[in-house]
């Protein structure tokens, strides 16, 4: 998984070759709608956060098996299932074969891509020798420029190709720091906060630590946070050793910066531990895939402290048998 990890770089350059060579068609849409689970869903909302004010139109990642209202044939609907067998995803793709919008599939293979096939949908193959959670390159390059080909955004593939060397340039220091970060956190049930370009990271470092450390954590997002889950911070049960770790890019406005300051030192005044991390890097893209590649390295940090396999996935090959066979 670490080496998966540090390959991010790779994985950048490799999914815009194959987007390439999918030949998709552009043309222009009302809207985008990115269909997946877990994995496969996350590059959406990555995707999103880097594009940021760019978008001309609206970008929503749909988690679940039925499409909004309002889509129809001026729409576009990427179904994204790395596997090519989740049944949510599948739903969605049918469902959008009703509304006529237009559908481009992301996937290894599977029943989606024989559904796509079988209906000429267009689909951007990837390699199958992955877990779905390490794809995250494929499926936020997947997204973001199957977002220029429909006309919602500006290509970002310039920002991407910087990317991929900035990473590169900077595995060393992205270890130490997650080293140091795993350290603060081990023992204790993270939450992570993020905000507008930060908030779909959080989300991110939540499941990561979920699926390759097996152990409890959330996401929250600023300012919303302050409105609410603010208060519980005091009232956690004795015994429990909750923490935070707050995503900050240095780019969010002076309105963010004091709201993570203030909320950082609530939450530490009230006993629990609290990590800043700075997302760094030129561009919006460059900060948002430092930032992911530091929490999935966090996460496996993590998985050492606790001394569990991050490769297997028990909880979910269970959930999914017992679904196939209810």
């Not at 793709?93 to 599939?105: C, I, P």
């Not at 020798?129 to 006309?151: C, D, F, H, N, S």
């Not at 992205?174 to 023992?187: D, N, V």
Request: charged share 25%; proline share 4%; with cysteine.
């Amino acid at each position: 998984m670490i080496e998966d990890v540090l390959a991010i770089p790779d994985h950048l350059r490799d999914a815009l070759w194959r987007v390439d060579s999918a030949r998709l068609e552009a043309g222009d849409s009302r809207g985008l709608l990115v269909c997946g689970m877990g994995g496969s869903a996350i590059g959406g909302d990555l995707a999103v956060a880097a594009i940021g004010q760019r978008l001309t139109a609206p970008m929503t990642t749909v988690r679940g098996y039925r499409l909004p209202g309002g889509v129809d044939d001026g729409w576009t609907v990427l179904c994204s299932s790395y596997s090519g067998n989740t049944e949510e995803t599948l739903s969605c793709f049918e469902a959008a074969a009703e509304t006529g919008a237009r559908r481009v599939v992301v996937s290894t293979g599977g029943a989606i891509v024989d559904r796509a096939r079988a209906d000429g949908v267009q689909v951007v193959g990837l390699p199958g020798i992955l877990q779905p959670r390490a794809a995250v390159a494929y499926m936020l390059v997947a997204a973001a420029e199957i977002a220029a080909k429909a006309g919602v955004a500006p290509s970002l593939r310039a920002e991407i190709e910087a990317a991929a060397t900035f990473l590169e340039e900077r595995q060393e220091e992205l270890r130490e720091r997650a080293a140091a970060i795993g350290a603060a956190l081990a023992g204790t049930v993270p939450v992570v906060y993020g905000a507008e370009l930060t908030a779909p990271v959080a989300r991110r470092w939540k499941t990561q630590i979920n699926e390759n450390a097996k152990a409890p954590a959330f996401h929250s997002e600023l300012p919303e946070a302050d409105h609410n889950e603010i208060c519980g911070w005091a009232g956690a049960p004795e015994g429990t050793s909750v923490s935070a770790a707050m995503i900050e890019d240095p780019d969010q406005g002076e309105e963010l910066g004091r709201r993570f300051e203030l909320t950082a030192a609530e939450i530490a005044g009230a006993g629990s531990e609290v990590v800043s991390v700075q997302a760094l890097g030129e561009t919006r893209t460059e900060r948002l895939l430092y930032a992911t590649m530091l929490g999935d390295l966090v996460s496996l940090e993590l998985a050492e402290a606790r001394g569990v396999d991050p490769l297997p996935v028990e909880a979910i090959e269970r959930l999914k048998s017992s679904l196939a066979g209810s």
